[in-house]
């Protein structure tokens, strides 16, 4: 596909390259991402080919990144802009118009209304959707000639093995891009995707795998994954295993921490701490332990040789965890660059 068309593409808030990295397996050439967090860096380049800036999207215009698609008959600029603050979760925390990341969306517009890239591309938690700082972007983009898709899609529905649904937004000077449609005529579970992996205890790591490694459990938390089923919640424990908060009627409600996975079914949505077992349903469907860093990636489409850290580095879980729960799962990724290219290459056809 694409024929003889040049297209090439940015990747705005690029991380560890989950969006660039499913991109280029759909076809599109991704030339170079930009990041603020440095630590991206290696895992970047060195799985996805490209140049990694390591720049606030604040402090760059358009014409910083431009050389990277000039040549380009199409130029596609995509980014994920940091979930957090529009999270459910953060707005249970916190005012979240008063993190310094909530403005991001606007800079990232500012670069697309300073450039005008043929397509742009943007995916984020569903309940951005709802928002006036969302709305405010679609309208201007609107007002600047884009035709713009968007819509809430189950990243279930393109062979990632997670409940995680995804706003994804495309949008066009050329024509109104189709939103992805189902790739995956079944869903992949949490057995298909990591029950082939060796066995190993808390707190320890594979010998041939230095990213198959848990997080140690403190002893009152070894108790209580040994008393949870799989799907079911702490409410099935004894009452002495309690936290104290869960005692309460206000604690009545936190009913998706302390759980484990079901074999059969695809994991609860990644976070970045989906390493300790007490922040979700992150624990191992029979082992009494939460999920590995390699369970973690591989929960999130990351081919298993994807390489998150330099040969004689260390692991570091918050690292390693925040790289891998932030990152656009591939494989969705792919689903979003398969629906470009299907554009791009018909609007190829049409203009020859």
Request: hydrophobic share 35%; net charge neutral.
């Amino acid at each position: 596909m694409l024929d003889s068309l040049n297209v090439q593409a940015f990747d705005m808030f690029c991380s560890i390259g989950g969006l660039t990295y499913g991109l280029q397996t759909a076809g599109i050439q991704v030339n170079a991402g930009l990041d603020l967090d440095s630590s991206c860096c290696y895992a970047y380049e060195n799985n996805c080919n490209a140049d990694f800036l390591n720049s606030d999207i604040k402090d760059i215009t358009y014409s910083d990144i431009s050389r990277y698609v000039e040549t380009a008959d199409y130029r596609i600029l995509v980014g994920c802009a940091p979930c957090q603050p529009f999270s459910g979760h953060t707005a249970k925390m916190k005012s979240t118009q008063s993190d310094p990341r909530w403005n991001l969306i606007d800079e990232f517009l500012r670069i697309i209304l300073e450039g005008k890239p043929e397509i742009v591309s943007m995916e984020n938690v569903p309940r951005l959707l709802r928002m006036p700082i969302y709305k405010s972007f679609k309208s201007k983009l609107a007002d600047a000639g884009y035709k713009v898709s968007d819509g809430i899609v189950s990243c279930s529905e393109f062979g990632v093995p997670q409940y995680r649904r995804r706003l994804v937004m495309l949008a066009s000077l050329l024509d109104r891009i189709p939103l992805p449609t189902r790739t995956s005529t079944t869903t992949k579970s949490v057995r298909q995707t990591i029950g082939n992996l060796d066995r190993i205890a808390h707190g320890q790591s594979n010998d041939s795998d230095p990213l198959h490694v848990c997080s140690r459990l403190e002893p009152i938390n070894l108790e209580r994954i040994q008393a949870s089923k799989p799907g079911e919640s702490w409410r099935d424990w004894p009452q002495r295993l309690l936290p104290d908060c869960f005692t309460k009627d206000s604690g009545q409600s936190y009913t998706n921490v302390y759980g484990r996975m079901r074999w059969d079914y695809p994991a609860p949505t990644l976070t970045t701490q989906f390493y300790k077992y007490g922040t979700g349903r992150f624990g191992h469907p029979e082992q009494d332990r939460a999920l590995s860093l390699r369970e973690g990636a591989l929960l999130q489409t990351f081919p298993q040789e994807y390489q998150f850290i330099k040969p004689d580095g260390c692991v570091s879980f918050t690292a390693v965890g925040r790289h891998i729960g932030n990152a656009v799962p591939p494989a969705l990724a792919s689903a979003i660059g398969k629906a470009i290219v299907g554009h791009i290459d018909n609007r190829g056809k049409i203009c020859v």
